[in-house]
């Protein structure tokens, strides 16, 4: 069954440094999300795109952060300079014409 | 505003046994979906019902939505310990909202 892959699993990061989360979603959805999650909280939504551009985001994602599909497969999410408050598990997401999203496994953010 | 306010926030039931979570959201919604996250791992949908419908079978999951008091129910019949995990409602809304907005979840533990 085709599936969202999400590298890394983990990533430790000084504060102030930029990481770049990387997705590779399902090769035929048109849609494509980030969430994130921090410990035993709430699944929350940091942005959606479509069609090459975004096309809504949460109050989290300002302009620290930035989203890029560089080619026909990936789907980045780059955090400029991170803040000990960006550690979380950031999950990407993708979904076709049907309204169901499938997730990948996500990649634990530390900022230290 | 909050989304998709699940309760009991945990529930420990024995194996064999159902398990009925419940849902809450503030807002008008297009349709209302029920995932499923084991520890440490992305999310898995499970059902997606529609603000039309009122239930909605799917093996062992029931889900029901009761758009005048914005609430909906997931009831899994003959619980297994593999059910263990954290289950999340997320809502739709109308119009070209794209994202999906999740609540806390509700913790079920199926005890052997």
């Known amino acids: 069954e085709p599936e969202v892959t999400q590298t890394p699993s983990h990533q430790v990061t000084q504060m102030g440094q930029e990481v770049i989360l990387r997705c590779v979603p399902i090769?035929?959805?048109?849609?494509f999300y980030w969430y994130r999650q921090i410990l035993g909280q709430k699944v929350e939504f940091l942005v959606s795109?479509?069609?090459?551009?975004?096309?809504?985001k949460s109050e989290i994602f300002d302009d620290q952060f930035s989203v890029e599909r560089p080619d026909g497969s990936n789907f980045t999410l780059k955090i400029r300079s991170t803040k000990l408050e960006d550690s979380a598990m950031y999950f990407c997401?993708?979904?076709?014409?049907?309204?169901?999203?499938?997730f990948g496994s996500g990649t634990q953010l530390s900022v230290l | 505003s909050q989304q998709g306010e699940e309760d009991p926030q945990a529930l420990s039931i024995q194996e064999g046994e159902n398990a009925t979570m419940n849902c809450s959201y503030k807002?008008?919604?297009?349709?209302l979906q029920w995932y499923r996250q084991n520890s440490g791992r992305g999310l898995v949908h499970l059902i997606l019902?529609?603000?039309?419908?009122r239930e909605k079978h799917s093996g062992r999951l029931r889900v029901t939505l009761d758009t005048s008091k914005k609430s909906s129910s997931l009831l899994i019949t003959a619980s297994r310990a593999a059910d263990t995990a954290s289950y999340f409602c997320?809502?739709?809304?109308?119009?070209?909202?794209?994202?999906?907005?999740f609540g806390k979840g509700t913790l079920l533990t199926v005890n052997p």
């Open positions: 997401a993708s979904a076709g014409q049907g309204e169901k999203l499938f």
């Open positions: 090769s035929n959805h048109l849609y």
């Open positions: 795109f479509y069609n090459n551009e975004i096309s809504e």
């Open positions: 807002t008008s919604i297009n349709n």
């Open positions: 019902i529609r603000s039309n419908e």
């Open positions: 997320a809502t739709k809304g109308g119009g070209s909202n794209y994202k999906l907005t």
